[in-house]
T-cell receptor, first 114, second 114 residues
Framework: AQSVAQPEDQVNVAEGNPLTVKCTYSVSGNPYLFWYVQYPNRGLQFLLKYITGDNLVKGSYGFEAEFNKSQTSFHLKKPSALVSDSALYFCAVRDAYNFNKFYFGSGTKLNVKP | NAGVTQTPKFQVLKTGQSMTLQCAQDMNHEYMSWYRQDPGMGLRLIHY???????DQGEVPNGYNVSRSTTEDFPLRLLSAAPSQTSVYFCASRPEGTPGTEAFFGQGTRLTVV
């Protein structure tokens, strides 16, 4: 069965510091991994994805994610956090057999303090 | 370009009432889906559709019906609302194509069943 785990409910970081939001996955076959961000009272917005190729994926708003096959992880990173990055972040994996099914993690609330 | 539009944004229902959550997209996407978002549980797939006339169940389909008569619209029907259906509902669409294509989300409908 496919699944995604986000082990941290909340991550606190000071503005200007690097941030990491963790995600581990379990999937049959090659993983298709995604990160989405949700601002208050808004829908989910796509940030980046890993399909194949380079393990370091760059996305929107200066975010990047590192795919690690041996650790089955896909952590979201940013070198210098902004207060405006404060939001809820979701990791997702596509079903290996049904391209229309996505499995989401429980979400991590990122708080960036000035 | 409106993207994915959900109506209403907020709704309060009494137990046993029925209602339809509307979802429309103007991107000519073949794939559409409905998720519910509950605290600490991320997004869970309710139903999805791969094209007009074709629908299938997701992880949590009980208590919900869908139909897809056009490419643009994918309404979600609650036949007899229950307090357990209090949640935030998101509609998403995705273009046909490579399996790594990301989904586009609406802004959500916050439903409270009393």
């Amino acid at each position: 069965a496919q699944s995604v785990a986000q082990p941290e409910d909340q991550v606190n970081v000071a503005e200007g510091n690097p941030l990491t939001v963790k995600c581990t996955y379990s999937v049959s076959g090659n993983p298709y991994l995604f990160w989405y961000v949700q601002y208050p009272n808004r829908g989910l917005q796509f940030l980046l994805k890993y399909i194949t190729g380079d393990n370091l994926v760059k996305g929107s708003y200066g975010f990047e994610a590192e795919f690690n096959k041996s650790q089955t992880s896909f952590h979201l990173k940013k070198p210098s956090a902004l207060v405006s990055d404060s939001a809820l972040y979701f990791c997702a994996v596509r079903d290996a057999y049904n391209f229309n099914k996505f499995y989401f993690g429980s979400g991590t609330k990122l708080n960036v303090k000035p | 370009n409106a993207g994915v539009t959900q109506t209403p944004k907020f709704q309060v229902l009494k137990t046993g009432q029925s209602m339809t959550l509307q979802c429309a997209q103007d991107m000519n996407h073949e794939y559409m889906s409905w998720y519910r978002q509950d605290p600490g549980m991320g997004l869970r797939l309710i139903h999805y559709s791969v094209g007009a006339g074709i629908t299938d169940q997701g992880e949590v389909p009980n208590g919900y019906n869908v139909s897809r008569s056009t490419t643009e619209d994918f309404p979600l029907r609650l036949l007899s609302a229950a307090p357990s259906q209090t949640s935030v509902y998101f509609c998403a669409s995705r273009p046909e194509g490579t399996p790594g294509t990301e989904a586009f989300f609406g802004q959500g409908t916050r439903l409270t069943v009393v």
